[in-house]
């Protein structure tokens, strides 16, 4: 199949994996920042394609596992009101609030619905104009583009009954946070590709100068990924420290001009709450102007309790590539998909849902060895 075969091709596979291990002479740590890298990584087994020293570890890039608890708890808490209908993408819907899930408020009655686009949820509302539409409006910079212009029709069309229960959260800062800290050991970034196709890749340019950090914007097939580990260990090996393109099929540098204009004209730039992660400044997208009466916030005030994460899940310190899933007492063990602890267990793009899913549950899963090639049986050639 065109765009995919070519991108899963063993040989390949085998060529680049050769030049990693001919590359790469120290240890390096390397964060996937998306969610659908991390899956593509554990599904083909590439960490075993890699040598020992170079470390893989899992970035917050999983929308559905940063959005705060405090907001699951609001969402289901809307969901009971009589006169809601609530849409939702499907991933939503068992992660886990606080006391309950959305797919708990539907078992109760509450009208919860799955649609597959901001736009659907607004036909429910041209249909149903007695009932109050709102949808959970998840995601980073590559859904924010759809979501407002669900709100930018509802406006143009006077749909009244419409709202969203706005989530946005945007990476370049969630980087920055994590370079901060004192605990990061991230020494090179595979960005994901999908927001860059949004956004570009300029404001990345002052973060790999600032921290001195190799930013490698990266695609999603076992090759893309491979490719980008190589380019992002060649920069670490020569001491170079810049933003480089591996999804240039996808990306332009300057983005998508008129989905950002489409964007900003919706949404403002405000601090956000990550789960795992606590707040981090200027993160997040809230409705403006004249947008503000879409906003469910607004429409449907709030006082939960302060909402509590159970003590057995270390997400955040995965989210920050601290600990890996398998290195979680809980993984596989009082947290598995039809019993999870945190978020991501549930999201189809959770690093937890990927190692269980994979059968990555113990530390020595990594079988690659010292410093001698391993075969390449574990890529698929597909």
């Given at each position: 199949m065109k765009f995919l075969s070519e991108y899963r091709d063993q040989k390949a596979a085998e060529r680049l994996s050769r030049a990693i291990w001919e590359k790469a002479t120290r240890p390096w740590t390397i964060m996937e920042i998306c969610g659908g890298q991390t899956h593509t990584i554990v599904k083909s087994g590439l960490e075993d394609l890699l040598p020992k020293d170079i470390t893989l570890v899992h970035g917050p890039g999983c929308p559905v596992c940063v959005t705060p608890i405090e907001l699951i708890d609001k969402a289901v808490a809307i969901a009971h009101r009589p006169e809601v209908i609530f849409c939702s993408f499907g991933d939503m819907l068992r992660v886990p609030g606080s006391a309950k899930s959305l797919f708990d408020a539907k078992a109760e009655g509450a009208d919860v619905r799955i649609v597959y686009s901001p736009l659907d949820a607004l036909k429910i509302a041209k249909q149903n104009p007695q009932r109050e539409v709102v949808f959970f409006a998840v995601g980073f910079e590559t859904t924010a583009p759809a979501n407002a212009m669900a709100a930018w029709q509802a406006d143009y069309d006077h749909i009244e009954n419409f709202s969203l229960l706005v989530s946005h959260v945007l990476v370049p800062p969630a980087m920055e946070a994590l370079l901060s800290s004192d605990k990061c050991v991230v020494q090179g970034f595979l960005a994901a590709g999908h927001v860059c196709t949004v956004m570009g890749y300029e404001e990345y340019?002052?973060?790999?100068?600032?921290?001195?950090?190799?930013?490698?914007?990266?695609?999603?097939?076992?090759?893309?990924?491979?490719?980008?580990?190589?380019?992002?260990?060649?920069?670490?090996?020569?001491?170079?420290?810049?933003?480089e393109n591996q999804y240039a099929r996808a990306t332009r540098r300057e983005g998508n001009r008129p989905a950002q204009e489409r964007i900003m004209q919706v949404f403002e730039v405000v601090n956000r709450q990550w789960r795992g992660l606590g707040e981090i400044a200027a993160s997040g997208f809230q409705l403006r102007g004249r947008f503000q009466k879409h906003d469910a916030n607004r429409r449907f005030p709030f006082n939960g309790v302060p909402a509590q994460e159970s003590p057995e899940c270390i997400s955040g310190l995965i989210l920050q590539g601290i600990k890996k899933p398998h290195e979680c007492p809980a993984f596989a063990v009082k947290c598995t998909p039809e019993n999870p602890l945190g978020a991501p267990m549930v999201s189809s793009e959770g690093a937890c849902a990927a190692y269980y899913h994979y059968g990555r549950r113990q530390a020595n899963d990594h079988q690659s060895n010292d410093r001698v090639q391993p075969e390449l049986s574990g890529t698929q050639s597909r």
């Open positions: 340019f002052p973060i790999a100068e600032r921290y001195q950090v190799p930013i490698v914007v990266t695609g999603f097939e076992p090759l893309d990924i491979l490719e980008g580990i190589l380019m992002t260990v060649s920069q670490l090996e020569e001491g170079r420290h810049e933003v």
